[in-house]
T-cell receptor, first 117, second 111 residues
Framework: DVKVTQSSRYLVKRTGEKVFLECVQDMDHENMFWYRQDPGLGLRLIYFSYDVKMKEKGDIPEGYSVSREKKERFSLILESASTNQTSMYLC?????WGLGEQHEKLFFGSGTQLSVL | SQELEQSPQSLIVQEGKNLTINCTSSKTLYGLYWYKQKYGEGLIFLMMLQKGGEEKSHEKITAKLDEKKQQSSLHITASQPSHAGIYLCGASGTSYGKLTFGQGTILTVHP
């Protein structure tokens, strides 16, 4: 089975700090995604990447950036953390571009609960 | 953009009861994914539906996609405490393979 590993389960940061969330997948997937999850809002896509050094904005990219220097690793960066970025962050990967379960099925990490004080 | 609406937002049932969660799309669905999330954890894939009228089952969970491919339902028979969690539907529709998710349904099962 695909394993998607997020570096931290819980993280507490101060307003204004630079925050790095790391995600690693072990199945050579081309696509990687960062979502945030908030009560009543479901999952919202922040950024995604379809190849090394390639990135695309999702629905809510403001205040975030990403880095994908290696195929297996996708990092989410909060340049200057704010309290409204307190949330559960979920990383996911999928095999490759294309429609259908084989390509689209997302494999998720366990999530990082980030609190910004 | 595609929007998914789930109902109900939360559900509390007694163990052994049947229940249904609905997912309605603002646009025709190409593919519809169901995931389950235990509290504070990542999402686990349940099943994917693609064809109008399609129905799939896994253990006591059955998912259906209507003929018009705009609504899906998830039905749990004889619920158990292990079924508790958050159920999310996700829709595909672009060549990038991005999924758009509903807001989730919180299921509580009392023993």
């Amino acid at each position: 089975d695909v394993k998607v590993t997020q570096s931290s389960r819980y993280l507490v940061k101060r307003t204004g700090e630079k925050v790095f969330l790391e995600c690693v997948q072990d199945m050579d997937h081309e696509n990687m995604f960062w979502y945030r999850q908030d009560p009543g809002l479901g999952l919202r896509l922040i950024y995604f990447s379809y190849d090394v050094k390639m990135k695309e904005k999702g629905d809510i990219p403001e205040g975030y950036s990403v880095s994908r220097e290696k195929k297996e690793r996708f990092s989410l960066i909060l340049e200057s953390a704010s309290t409204n970025q307190t949330s559960m962050y979920l990383c996911a990967s999928s095999l490759s571009w294309g429609l259908g379960e084989q390509h689209e099925k997302l494999f998720f990490g366990s999530g990082t609960q980030l609190s910004v004080l | 953009s595609q929007e998914l609406e789930q109902s109900p937002q939360s559900l509390i049932v007694q163990e052994g009861k049947n229940l249904t969660i609905n997912c309605t799309s603002s646009k025709t669905l190409y593919g519809l994914y169901w995931y389950k999330q235990k509290y504070g954890e990542g999402l686990i894939f349940l099943m994917m539906l693609q064809k109008g009228g399609e129905e799939k089952s896994h253990e006591k969970i059955t998912a259906k996609l209507d003929e018009k491919k705009q609504q899906s339902s998830l039905h749990i028979t004889a619920s158990q405490p292990s079924h508790a969690g958050i159920y999310l539907c996700g829709a595909s529709g672009t060549s990038y393979g991005k999924l758009t998710f509903g807001q989730g349904t919180i299921l509580t099962v009392h023993p």
